[in-house]
């Protein structure tokens, strides 16, 4: 299909990538306005977004997709984010994956399907990584969804232990008409503590003429002039960051890092400023503050069990009650959303 007019370019972008449980609306947003050119979802399971309704959410300002069964949130967004963002698909069935993808194609700028996770549930379910061995039932993903969705697709995938085993499939999942490809450069098997495969990932991107998102480097970037040096020994022009965005989400600031204080107390604007689940929010605080949860408001804050007194410790508290009540005035709180 013809994709629209002024639809996302993947050349020359600095990107959140796809974090379960960390790429929640708050974080994305706060990746936006830090610098990051593009913000994808965490990894959504096909099914479970079959189970959803689509809910435009008066009171937040958000678009929900919310399970029938229980109500929770599984996605949520908003315009500010609408032409950046980028749904993370996991699937192993072209119907289902375009089932999805109709279901969202208004209301984000891409979709993406994960071919590169190596959990047991992926795997089992032959999703993730497991499609990397299935390459007819991979392309018939990405070519149903090209074929009859208007936003561009991608998908994001690990290197295979060989380098031209690592070609050839890519070759074949470019042949789908995909806008680009995001290359974690270790295998299905490796961990973070390998090293990345920088210099595959740079003849995959002198053998393409699509974008090649390099993806794997945040061992290696601590700040941001750290990514220009990526980037060279990657022969790409777009970078994906993970574990260095999960950690300290102003990486993508060009003028350097915020203190960490200062990037909790604006993640949690927004979490309270689009009611996230206090327990996705404590979860991606605790990852920003690793060891220092050893700290005595470390230990206060694994304590806290509601929005406000988390907030509380970071002198939001007053803000937290006052958006409470704000939107309980509007009528319906929008429900909260809940991760897996
Ligand atoms: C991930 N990663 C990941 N990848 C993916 O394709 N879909 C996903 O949902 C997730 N979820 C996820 C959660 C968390 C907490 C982490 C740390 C990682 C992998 C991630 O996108 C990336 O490929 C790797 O972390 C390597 O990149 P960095 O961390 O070196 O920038």
Redesign the pocket.
Known sequence: MTKSENCLTYSDKIIL??????GTLPMRLLALDYGADIVYS??LIDWKFLRTMRRVNDVLGTVDFIDRSDGSVVFRTCAKEKDKVVV?LGTCDPDRALKVAKLIENDVAGIDI?M??PKEFSLKGGMGAALLKQPVKAKAILSTLVQNIKIPISC?IRVLPSVDDTINLVTELVSTGISAIAV?GRTKDERPQHPNRNSTIKKIAQSIDIPVIA?????EIEKYSDIGKFLEECGCSSV?????A?GNCSIFRRQGQKPLDSVIVDYLRYAVDYDNAPSNTKYCIQNMLKELQETPKGKKFLECQTLEQICALWDLGDYCRRKELEYQAKGNLGRRQVTP
């Open positions: 990538a796809p974090m379960v449980r960390v965490e990894e993370q994960n590169g996770c994001k974690h993806n794997g480097g945040s061992r994906m960051l993970a574990r260095s999960q």
